[in-house]
């Protein structure tokens, strides 16, 4: 249909949902495709977390969202991504997000959601075919662990702001038998910076049976050798920089 | 100090097809990173070099925001360490020719 034209056209799109039913329905998945959320929104109280989860649940519009991206700030005080912020019934409303194949997560504190990490983002976990982790916190085992938890994981982005973050504290007692529930293709794109926990990329390598990406994005990687070597058979392209600053 | 991040070799990759570097990696960060990185692709289906060039390698555009650019004259001095900047961009280029005729 036309309507699929207006895709990066958002005024016009929602000109055509108020026109009639059929293109309602036409460009409604086109208007909620993308779902940013910001924990710490400055502008309206309404876009903030959790409030926009629970304004879109009651208009039936999260099963819509495709890409998800729950932004956070530690410099703005908003602290990491943990299971307070699902407190109440916002768990059961974010549960409503069942479609979701591009996930970013800033500042997630792994660590906290475990071991019931199932709980919180279960419902990704068949659909999720891109992972986007910024800065996040936890051992390099807790970290692997939770992208073991998606089975159909294509495309990762592991990626840190600077050597300082990439701190990973005193790995918990019982860390080591710590096993990723699935091994993912991971056959698509990596996108890794500044990235200083070889660890993480060896044991990764390891506990995957390898990794397979076409394509490779790294910039003040420690340990390129080690990724360029796991992808001899299939590496296509290789990015000596990052091509998308933001990561979306 | 440990090595640099470019401490590897791309001999067999027989797959690779493009590497892409930013102009400013291979002229200030990272010098040689070209040549080294070129020279040991043996890779049959290798056909592409991207050199990506940002807004900030040319000297002459200062960027406050996206949507405000100001442009101004150069001083000699500027003029200077831009035309320093663009003889060793070309150096590198040449030297990439050396190591690989495309």
Same mark, same amino acid.
């Given at each position: 249909?036309?309507?699929?034209?207006?895709?990066?056209?958002?005024?016009?799109?929602?000109?055509?949902?108020?026109?009639?039913?059929?293109?309602?329905?036409?460009?409604?998945?086109?208007?909620?495709?993308?779902?940013?959320?910001?924990?710490?929104?400055? =502008?309206?109280? =309404?876009?903030?977390?959790?409030?926009?989860?629970?304004?879109?649940?009651?208009?039936?519009?999260?099963?819509?969202?495709?890409?998800?991206?729950?932004?956070?700030?530690?410099?703005?005080?908003? +602290?990491?991504?943990?299971?307070?912020?699902?407190?109440?019934?916002?768990?059961?409303?974010?549960?409503?997000?069942?479609?979701?194949?591009?996930?970013?997560?800033?500042?997630?504190?792994?660590?906290?959601?475990?071991?019931?990490?199932?709980?919180?983002?279960?419902?990704?976990?068949?659909?999720?075919?891109?992972?986007?982790?910024?800065?996040?916190?936890?051992?390099?085992?807790?970290?692997?662990?939770?992208?073991?938890?998606?089975?159909?994981?294509?495309?990762?982005?592991?990626?840190?702001?600077?050597?300082?973050?990439?701190?990973?504290?005193?790995?918990?007692?019982?860390?080591?038998?710590?096993?990723?529930?699935?091994?993912?293709?991971? =056959?698509?794109?990596?996108?890794?910076?500044?990235?200083?926990?070889?660890?993480?990329?060896?044991?990764?390598?390891?506990?995957?049976?390898?990794?397979?990406?076409?394509?490779?994005?790294?910039?003040?990687?420690?340990?390129?050798?080690?990724?360029?070597?796991?992808?001899?058979?299939?590496?296509?392209?290789?990015?000596?920089?990052?091509?998308?600053?933001? +990561?979306? | &100090?440990?090595?640099?991040?470019?401490?590897?070799?791309?001999?067999?990759? *027989?797959?690779?097809?493009?590497?892409?570097?930013?102009?400013?990696?291979?002229?200030? *960060?990272?010098?040689?990173?070209?040549?080294?990185?070129?020279?040991?692709?043996?890779?049959?289906?290798?056909?592409?070099?991207?050199?990506?060039?940002?807004?900030?390698?040319?000297?002459?555009?200062?960027?406050?925001?996206?949507? &405000?650019?100001?442009?101004?004259?150069?001083?000699?001095?500027?003029?200077?360490?831009?035309?320093?900047?663009?003889?060793?961009?070309?150096?590198?280029?040449?030297?990439?020719? *050396?190591?690989?005729?495309?």
């Amino acid at each position: 249909m036309i309507i699929t034209h207006l895709v990066y056209d958002k005024l016009s799109l929602c000109a055509c949902s108020l026109t009639c039913h059929s293109w309602y329905i036409a460009a409604v998945p086109h208007l909620h495709h993308t779902l940013v959320i910001d924990t710490d929104d400055p =502008r309206k109280r =309404r876009f903030r977390w959790p409030n926009l989860i629970w304004y879109k649940h009651m208009l039936g519009l999260l099963p819509l969202v495709k890409k998800l991206h729950i932004l956070a700030y530690i410099s703005h005080g908003t +602290g990491e991504i943990t299971p307070k912020m699902f407190r109440c019934c916002t768990l059961g409303k974010f549960s409503a997000l069942t479609n979701v194949q591009e996930l970013g997560i800033d500042f997630l504190d792994i660590p906290k959601f475990m071991p019931r990490l199932r709980r919180y983002f279960g419902h990704f976990l068949p659909t999720v075919r891109s992972l986007a982790l910024r800065s996040p916190r936890g051992s390099h085992r807790q970290i692997i662990y939770f992208i073991g938890l998606f089975q159909h994981l294509q495309d990762l982005k592991l990626l840190f702001r600077s050597f300082g973050s990439n701190s990973e504290g005193e790995a918990p007692v019982g860390d080591l038998t710590l096993i990723p529930p699935f091994v993912p293709p991971l =056959r698509g794109q990596l996108t890794v910076t500044v990235l200083t926990r070889v660890e993480l990329l060896e044991d990764m390598i390891g506990l995957f049976g390898g990794i397979r990406f076409r394509s490779m994005d790294l910039f003040c990687v420690v340990g390129m050798r080690l990724l360029l070597n796991a992808c001899v058979e299939t590496l296509e392209t290789l990015r000596l920089h990052q091509n998308d600053v933001r +990561g979306e | &100090m440990g090595p640099p991040f470019w401490d590897f070799d791309l001999s067999r990759h *027989k797959s690779l097809r493009t590497l892409e570097v930013l102009a400013s990696t291979i002229v200030f *960060k990272e010098p040689g990173i070209l040549t080294h990185v070129l020279s040991s692709i043996t890779s049959p289906a290798f056909s592409e070099v991207v050199i990506i060039y940002r807004e900030y390698d040319f000297g002459f555009i200062h960027c406050v925001s996206p949507s &405000m650019r100001i442009f101004h004259g150069m001083s000699p001095e500027e003029e200077e360490n831009e035309a320093l900047c663009r003889h060793l961009e070309f150096g590198a280029l040449r030297e990439m020719h *050396k190591v690989r005729d495309f």
